[in-house]
């Protein structure tokens, strides 16, 4: 009886030793970096890039490899993404050497407003049902970003989803978990069971899962295009769904919408340019995490330790609580990005920070201003566009609500308004754009693209965008020990919704920092916590302009994979 304790644990500590012991590279790293010249793709699941792989050996562009990916990865990561979501997306083009913006945003039901939840004493949108759904963005930022970008057809972008959608795809490891982790808090919505739960529960790691529903809404999409989901048959469907189940969202909110071109936002890291989205989504928190830790020598501090995670998480907490008040709808907000983001602004705020002791609270920035789950893809093509695309419907299974027919989950973007304060920059108004938390990143130097990368999962995503920049940049890592790497991630501060946790929150720290690094952290009165599955998933994509190379990372925490040829 004692002998099979001892084996297991002689067995498991072999087993570690034996992952650990590479010829190369940082002992955490889980593989090498993909290589290859003519084309790269990295995506949360290994059969959406090779979707992308074959579209771009078709002679694709990296946005219509990048549309082929992301249709895949709707189908066969349901819990995370699909056409009832939203898009964003940074672009370089090679022909024009300049990077592109793109918010594909949906907006709030123009028929929804404040007074609604006001009048029922409710102080948050729920997160299920009709009330959280806003308008999808995703197909008309297929289309509008192909329009741009694209060179094949959309029914050769978009058939790689419809034939595995037909004739069905093996579940993978990770995802299955994420569908079975949530369903039961959707299961009675209407149409989800039909649609996954085929066996009377979400499908198993394996286990051969068809959705013929979905792979006829994009047969429809790629035969009509985008006015099919918007002001034709899907649109007519989901309006018909929504008054029938309580909800919101008509057609003529459908039938309304727009995507938007946007100028990215930048900041200089040691001589990097990172770039990121404007508001409504949160990108602006990692570059204004970066410009406070420039301040500081990180290299010298060291990878994991104290000091180094002590300024990472007051630069968390600082940058989190302009995030709260500021980000939101810049078409109802003028929001003061180019104070956040100056050099004089991020000294302002340095100077709060107290290299022996964790703040319980800081104050959001003062100055005037006028009266708001995820998956994350990237790819290259041989012409040297570079795609960073991220696209989500929220949180796991979104709202639960599936229209009759259609194979997809509608997004709950809405449950993210503030419904307590009318005058809160984030207060939901009618036709108005949540506060988003998927961010896509960039990295250039000398003006020449260097990385394209994100980081998918919540609020999470500004401090590892941060973690990863400071990783190849301070620390000198490839882009797969970058993403490897043993992350933190700070939970509670002020959120856009107007909730706050004080005390200073917790500092959760994945396995991999040593045991002493806690103990000091403690002392400087850091709340340390533990979790599984909230540090994020990363893809990555770099390029080497002097040997025309291209490096891809995609790293162990998710099912993906990075590919080139």
Known sequence: MKFVPVFMALFTIGTLLNAQDRLTGETFTTRSEILARNGMAATSQPLATQAALDILKKGGTAMDAAIAANAVLGLVEPASCGIGGDIFAIVWSAMEQKLYGFNGSGRAPKSLSIDYFIDKGMKYVPFYGPLPVSVPGCVDGWFTLHEKFGKLAMKDVLKPAIDYGKNGFPVSEVIAYEMASNYESVQNQPGFADTYMPKGRPPMKGEVFVNTDLANTYQLIAKEGRDAFYKSTIAKTIDSYMKKHGGFLRFEDLASHTSNWVEPVSVN????????????????????????????????????????????????????????????????????????????????????????????????????????????????????????????????????????????????????????????????????????????????KDGKPWVSFGLMGGAVQPQGHAQIVVNVVDFGMNLQEAGDAPRMRHTGSSQPTGSKMSNGGTLNLETGFEPEILRELRKKGHRIGFGVGMYGGYQAIGVDLENKVYTGASESRKDGQAAGY
């Open 269 to 444: 890291y040691r001589g990097y340019d990172v770039w990121e989205l404007p508001p409504n989504g949160q990108g602006t928190a990692a570059l204004q995490m970066l410009n406070i830790l420039e301040g500081f020598d990180i290299a010298q501090m060291g990878l994991g330790s104290t000091e180094y995670l002590h300024v990472l998480t007051e630069a968390k907490k600082l940058a989190y609580e302009d995030r709260a008040k500021f980000y939101a709808d810049p078409e109802f907000n003028k929001i003061p990005l180019e104070t956040l983001l100056s050099d004089a602004y991020a000294e302002q705020r340095r100077k709060l920070i107290n290299m022996d002791k964790a703040a319980d609270t800081y104050p959001a920035g003062d100055m005037e201003i006028e009266t708001g789950n995820t998956t994350y893809l990237t790819v290259a093509d041989k012409e040297g566009n570079m795609v960073s695309l991220i696209q989500s419907i929220y949180s796991e299974f979104a709202s639960g609500m599936v229209p009759d027919g259609l194979g997809f989950v509608l997004q709950n973007r809405g449950q993210m308004f503030n419904v307590q304060d009318p005058s809160h920059a984030n207060a939901l108004e009618p036709g108005k754009r949540p506060f988003h938390t998927i961010i896509p990143a960039f990295i250039t």
